[in-house]
């Protein structure tokens, strides 16, 4: 569990939320204070509604006529297997309590694997990690049911299949399990009993329990109420949650004297290829499929035109365009196009990404492979606009003796937002094709195979400290044969092996790691690759169960994927005597990238094959490479099994960083601001890798960005604990966007960052490595007032600059008197940046200005506003 917060916090906001109820009808049917120790009847159960995705459901009686319904079909516990959506389904689940007082849970998952689900919990609220034992018999797994054998300390798991068939197999610890024996029907002795209940009939299974443990369920369910309601709050209800309330005056006085250092890592960007964020986005290759590598696996057979040919058209007659493996320009690139021209005339052409968008009087570099296998002459390229204007031509002459890359330069005489390259031969022949590849001249740094020059600028502007790369999910990939393995990645683009990306559809690798580790370099920032942890994603939907994420690399093979990830420190750290470390400077860089944080793991369930693949590769990587800083993962929420298992193994191995998820409601970012002052400070520091303010329908807008604004100024509060933070997700394609909210848009020809990016922005330009705390009077200290006016002043020693943060969440002004103390301020001016709006605005722009210094000691917050104030000091 997250060290000494989670329980304690639960508890608060419990108390607060039974204090605040208005309807407790639920608890005031049950029995009296004085009968604390009756014994009722609990019912649990689960149905088929949504699909079998509900979970868990629990009734209860005194007298087994009227029943109760706990949370109205809340679900206390969930499926975690196969992906969200088509799996994560609790069929049939089983439950018994065994003679300890434990609860064991057991169900069926879908009626094609040999699996179930066993979970255990101590009071039915808090459930333990899952798993999900593959059997040796049968067809599948359907209705198991589970008893204890107190003679024998064992559980017996019973089950049938399609086929009508009973089998059994045993276990002490759901840990080990005895092969699956085929038994007869008797041996399948389900007490479950059917109940009609407020809800309809169900089926499930009765208990005698104390009145304790479902009183204990009302109040986790009646807790889990409040606090939605608690971090539902949306601006929308300012008029009403506000009604007549005055300016606010605030008074601050900083403390230098109680100064602590800071992470100074505190802003970094966290960059994963979803949305068309690398081939596409900000990988400045403008051919699309140039390798013809796409395949129906890429989109898993969902689109039947996404094959070798994608993209590509030939146009004319007396030709034919074909797609060929016998002699590839490389094994990992075995498709090739091959021409077959018997007049010319035909030409096939490319039109990129939604287009090619091509500026007048900047260059493009062409390369492609060539090998004329029957005739012989030139290879006309050019580049052209809808309207069929040439804008740039130029001819090569196609190698006759194997495969040979050529290269040119075209200059465009015109602009054009959707051009397409096309390429005709002037002759009669065969003519194979690949790797045919388009970049603008002017990259960012004008890098070969580099980044899009305004996109990459965009992110660089954040002045992040560090980026994490590939992923995100990206990383640990579609089941075991997705993962992402950065030796694929680096070399020549054709000896590189694309394969299908995650979120549906295709990476070159053109984008590799050899690039993101200088991009890191170009722009100062940290690099923090991210590596699966052994197993494949939670929402993984391929393995040898087909479920996905009970997948685990085999324990037979951990030890060569360990050696890779200890060649990816070697490839970035190495000498250039090195193995690794020479190849890094055969690619151009014969400097080390500087290595220091590694990510193992990423959202993973927190499962035994998770925790023992985990910690063969900290324990490997931590002996070789000590200095490493490796980053762990407790899930993707802030709370729930997954958060507690992760924070308790990372505590157990001592692990010196974790890697914390939360894509939650403004509201939440609200009533959460003490979220790491709670934390124990003497445990794992944190990474807080991927969040974002919610609302409704997804948008950046001010709000969202203000709630941002406003937990910021509590990390920076914490920056002792909480060494960095990156929002999620960066970049998204207009037209292609698989996820929203996200912090940069984009087509081919515009740069649209939003409202979240500026907050970002201010704060990776105006960081600190020392914390300055300020005590605060309010004027107004209802809790809704208070917790909607934040500050934060922190130091750059380098600089020996002040920074103060102002964040006015609040639909009226504040009014700020601030006391800097000790501090001495140089200088007759300060700088002040305003970002404000209307919590609907997606266009709020920062404005920056200049003061007289004399105006910090007494300011006006504008209503829903980020003020940041910057001065020198001596």
Same mark, same amino acid.
């Given at each position: 569990?997250?060290?000494?917060?989670?329980?304690?916090?639960?508890?608060?906001?419990?108390?607060?939320?039974?204090?605040?109820?208005?309807?407790?009808?639920?608890?005031?049917?049950?029995?009296?204070?004085?009968?604390?120790?009756?014994?009722?009847?609990?019912?649990?159960?689960?149905?088929?509604?949504?699909?079998?995705?509900?979970?868990?459901?629990?009734?209860?009686?005194?007298?087994?006529?009227?029943?109760?319904?706990?949370? %109205?079909?809340?679900?206390?516990?969930?499926?975690?297997?196969?992906?969200?959506?088509? @799996?994560?389904?609790?069929?049939?689940?089983?439950?018994?309590?065994?003679?300890?007082?434990?609860?064991?849970?057991?169900?069926?998952?879908?009626?094609?694997?040999?699996?179930?689900?066993?979970?255990?919990?101590?009071?039915?609220?808090?459930?333990?990690?899952?798993?999900?034992?593959? *059997?040796?018999?049968?067809?599948?797994?359907?209705?198991?049911?589970?008893?204890?054998?107190?003679?024998?300390?064992?559980?017996?798991? =019973?089950?049938?299949?399609?086929?009508?068939?009973?089998?059994?197999?045993?276990?002490?610890?759901?840990?080990?399990?005895?092969?699956?024996?085929?038994?007869?029907?008797?041996?399948?002795?389900?007490?479950?009993?059917?109940?009609?209940?407020?809800?309809?009939?169900?089926?499930?299974?009765?208990?005698?329990?104390?009145?304790?443990?479902?009183?204990?369920?009302?109040?986790?369910? @009646?807790?889990?109420?409040?606090?939605?309601?608690?971090?539902?709050?949306?601006?929308?209800?300012?008029?009403?949650?506000?009604?007549?309330?005055?300016?606010?005056?605030?008074?601050?006085?900083?403390?230098?004297?109680?100064?602590?250092?800071?992470?100074?890592?505190?802003?970094?960007?966290?960059?994963?290829?979803?949305?068309?964020?690398?081939?596409?986005?900000?990988?400045?290759?403008?051919?699309?499929?140039?390798?013809?590598?796409?395949?129906?696996?890429?989109?898993?057979? !969902?689109?039947?035109?996404?094959?070798?040919?994608?993209?590509?058209?030939?146009?004319?007659?007396?030709?034919?365009?074909?797609?060929?493996?016998?002699?590839?320009?490389?094994?990992?690139?075995? !498709?090739?196009?091959?021409?077959?021209?018997?007049?010319?005339?035909?030409?096939?052409?490319? =039109?990129?990404?939604?287009?090619?968008?091509?500026?007048?009087?900047?260059?493009?570099?062409?390369?492609?492979?060539?090998? $004329?296998?029957?005739?012989?002459?030139?290879?006309?390229?050019?580049?052209?606009?809808?309207?069929?204007?040439?804008?740039?031509?130029?001819?090569?002459?196609?190698?006759?003796?194997?495969?040979?890359?050529?290269?040119? *330069?075209?200059?465009?005489?015109?602009?054009?937002?959707?051009?397409?390259?096309?390429?005709?031969?002037?002759?009669?022949?065969?003519?194979?094709?690949?790797?045919?590849?388009?970049?603008?001249?002017?990259?960012?740094?004008?890098?070969?195979?580099?980044?899009? /020059?305004?996109?990459?600028?965009?992110?660089?502007?954040?002045?992040?400290?560090?980026?994490?790369?590939?992923?995100?999910?990206?990383? !640990?990939?579609?089941?075991?044969?997705?993962?992402?393995?950065?030796?694929?990645?680096?070399?020549?683009?054709?000896?590189?092996?694309?394969?299908?990306?995650?979120?549906?559809?295709?990476?070159?690798?053109?984008?590799?790691?050899?690039?993101?580790?200088?991009?890191?370099?170009?722009?100062?920032?940290?690099?923090?690759?991210?590596?699966?942890?052994?197993?494949?994603?939670?929402?993984?939907?391929?393995?040898?169960?087909?479920?996905?994420?009970?997948?685990?690399?085999?324990?037979?093979?951990?030890?060569?994927?360990?050696?890779?990830?200890?060649?990816?420190?070697?490839?970035?750290?190495?000498?250039? %005597? =090195?193995?690794?470390?020479?190849?890094?400077?055969?690619?151009?860089?014969?400097?080390?990238?500087?290595?220091?944080?590694?990510?193992?793991?990423?959202?993973?369930?927190?499962?035994?094959?998770?925790?023992?693949?985990?910690?063969?590769?900290?324990?490997?990587?931590?002996?070789?490479?000590?200095?490493?800083?490796?980053?762990?993962?407790?899930?993707?929420?802030? @709370?729930?099994?997954?958060?507690?298992?992760?924070?308790?193994?990372?505590?157990?191995?001592?692990?010196?960083?974790?890697?914390?998820?939360?894509?939650?409601?403004?509201?939440?970012?609200?009533?959460? $601001?003490?979220?790491?002052?709670?934390?124990?400070?003497?445990?794992?520091?944190?990474?807080?890798?991927?969040?974002?303010?919610?609302?409704?329908?997804?948008?950046?807008?001010?709000?969202?960005?203000?709630?941002?604004?406003?937990?910021?100024?509590?990390?920076?509060?914490?920056?002792?604990?909480?060494?960095?933070?990156?929002?999620?997700?960066?970049?998204?394609?207009?037209?292609?966007? $698989?996820?929203?909210?996200?912090?940069?848009?984009?087509?081919?020809?515009?740069?649209?960052?939003?409202?979240?990016?500026?907050?970002?922005?201010?704060?990776?330009?105006?960081?600190?490595?020392?914390?300055?705390?300020?005590?605060?009077?309010?004027?107004? %200290?209802?809790?809704?007032?208070?917790?909607?006016?934040?500050?934060?002043?922190?130091?750059?020693?380098?600089?020996?600059?002040?920074?103060?943060?102002?964040?006015?969440?609040?639909?009226?002004?504040?009014?700020?008197?601030?006391?800097?103390?000790?501090? !001495?301020?140089?200088?007759?001016?300060?700088?002040?940046?305003?970002? $404000?709006?209307?919590?609907?605005?997606?266009? /709020?722009?920062?404005?920056?200005?200049?003061?007289?210094?004399?105006?910090?000691?007494?300011?006006?917050?504008?209503?829903?506003?980020?003020?940041?104030?910057?001065?020198?000091?001596?």
């Amino acid at each position: 569990m997250r060290p000494g917060t989670s329980i304690a916090r639960y508890a608060l906001l419990l108390a607060i939320g039974l204090l605040c109820l208005s309807n407790l009808t639920t608890r005031a049917q049950g029995p009296q204070a004085g009968a604390s120790a009756d014994a009722v009847y609990l019912f649990s159960y689960s149905t088929a509604k949504n699909n079998n995705h509900n979970g868990l459901h629990f009734a209860w009686s005194r007298d087994r006529v009227n029943w109760q319904l706990i949370g %109205n079909e809340f679900g206390f516990l969930r499926s975690d297997y196969g992906r969200w959506g088509a @799996e994560k389904k609790m069929i049939t689940p089983y439950l018994i309590q065994t003679p300890g007082g434990d609860w064991q849970c057991v169900w069926a998952l879908n009626d094609r694997e040999k699996l179930f689900a066993h979970a255990s919990s101590p009071d039915l609220v808090y459930w333990d990690r899952q798993s999900y034992p593959l *059997m040796t018999s049968g067809a599948n797994v359907l209705k198991p049911i589970i008893q204890y054998n107190q003679q024998q300390a064992q559980y017996n798991i =019973t089950y049938t299949d399609a086929t009508g068939k009973y089998f059994q197999v045993t276990t002490k610890d759901f840990k080990t399990y005895t092969p699956a024996a085929t038994v007869p029907a008797s041996q399948y002795t389900d007490a479950s009993i059917t109940i009609n209940l407020p809800a309809g009939p169900a089926t499930g299974q009765l208990h005698r329990v104390p009145w304790a443990t479902v009183d204990k369920l009302i109040k986790d369910w @009646e807790g889990k109420q409040y606090r939605n309601n608690l971090y539902g709050e949306q601006t929308a209800q300012d008029a009403q949650r506000f009604a007549n309330l005055k300016p606010v005056d605030v008074k601050l006085a900083v403390q230098a004297d109680r100064a602590k250092p800071i992470s100074n890592l505190l802003t970094g960007v966290f960059f994963e290829d979803i949305n068309y964020a690398a081939d596409g986005g900000i990988y400045a290759e403008l051919i699309q499929n140039r390798d013809f590598e796409y395949a129906p696996g890429d989109k898993e057979g !969902h689109d039947t035109a996404w094959k070798s040919t994608h993209s590509w058209t030939l146009q004319g007659d007396h030709a034919t365009f074909t797609i060929d493996t016998a002699t590839p320009i490389h094994i990992n690139n075995p !498709h090739y196009a091959v021409l077959d021209i018997k007049a010319p005339g035909a030409v096939l052409f490319n =039109t990129g990404f939604d287009g090619i968008t091509i500026r007048k009087g900047e260059q493009y570099k062409l390369s492609l492979f060539t090998k $004329q296998t029957r005739g012989k002459g030139k290879l006309l390229v050019q580049l052209v606009s809808r309207e069929g204007k040439v804008l740039a031509q130029t001819n090569i002459t196609p190698s006759t003796s194997g495969w040979k890359r050529t290269s040119a *330069m075209l200059v465009a005489n015109a602009d054009a937002p959707d051009a397409r390259l096309q390429l005709q031969p002037l002759s009669i022949g065969r003519l194979q094709l690949d790797m045919i590849s388009f970049f603008p001249q002017k990259t960012f740094k004008e890098r070969e195979n580099g980044l899009r /020059a305004d996109l990459a600028q965009a992110v660089a502007d954040i002045h992040p400290r560090f980026i994490r790369f590939p992923g995100g999910c990206v990383a !640990h990939g579609d089941g075991l044969g997705n993962i992402y393995h950065w030796k694929n990645t680096i070399g020549p683009l054709e000896a590189r092996i694309p394969q299908r990306n995650l979120w549906g559809y295709h990476q070159t690798a053109g984008l590799g790691y050899f690039e993101y580790f200088r991009y890191c370099a170009d722009i100062g920032a940290e690099p923090l690759p991210v590596l699966s942890a052994g197993v494949p994603c939670q929402n993984s939907g391929t393995s040898a169960t087909g479920g996905g994420q009970q997948g685990g690399i085999p324990l037979e093979q951990m030890d060569a994927y360990i050696q890779d990830i200890l060649d990816l420190v070697e490839y970035a750290n190495g000498d250039i %005597n =090195t193995t690794w470390g020479k190849k890094r400077a055969e690619a151009g860089h014969p400097q080390p990238f500087n290595l220091k944080y590694i990510g193992i793991g990423n959202e993973d369930l927190i499962t035994d094959i998770f925790e023992q693949r985990f910690t063969m590769i900290y324990q490997a990587v931590k002996a070789k490479y000590p200095g490493i800083t490796v980053i762990g993962t407790v899930g993707p929420f802030w @709370e729930g099994t997954d958060y507690e298992e992760g924070w308790q193994l990372a505590g157990k191995l001592k692990v010196p960083m974790v890697d914390e998820h939360y894509y939650v409601p403004p509201g939440w970012l609200i009533h959460n $601001q003490d979220f790491y002052d709670k934390y124990d400070h003497s445990k794992s520091k944190v990474y807080l890798g991927e969040y974002a303010a919610h609302l409704p329908g997804r948008p950046n807008n001010l709000e969202t960005a203000l709630a941002e604004a406003l937990y910021l100024t509590a990390l920076e509060r914490n920056g002792d604990v909480v060494s960095m933070s990156s929002y999620a997700p960066l970049l998204a394609k207009e037209g292609h966007t $698989q996820w929203n909210p996200d912090l940069i848009y984009f087509n081919n020809s515009e740069v649209k960052p939003t409202v979240g990016y500026e907050v970002q922005k201010l704060y990776g330009l105006h960081a600190g490595d020392q914390y300055l705390p300020a005590a605060a009077t309010l004027s107004n %200290n209802q809790e809704a007032v208070r917790k909607r006016i934040a500050w934060s002043v922190v130091r750059d020693t380098k600089t020996q600059d002040l920074v103060i943060k102002l964040v006015n969440l609040l639909p009226v002004s504040v009014h700020t008197t601030m006391d800097l103390g000790s501090i !001495h301020p140089t200088g007759a001016t300060a700088v002040k940046t305003v970002l $404000q709006g209307q919590p609907a605005d997606k266009n /709020a722009r920062p404005v920056t200005g200049s003061i007289p210094l004399a105006e910090v000691s007494r300011m006006e917050l504008p209503a829903y506003s980020f003020t940041v104030i910057r001065l020198k000091t001596n």
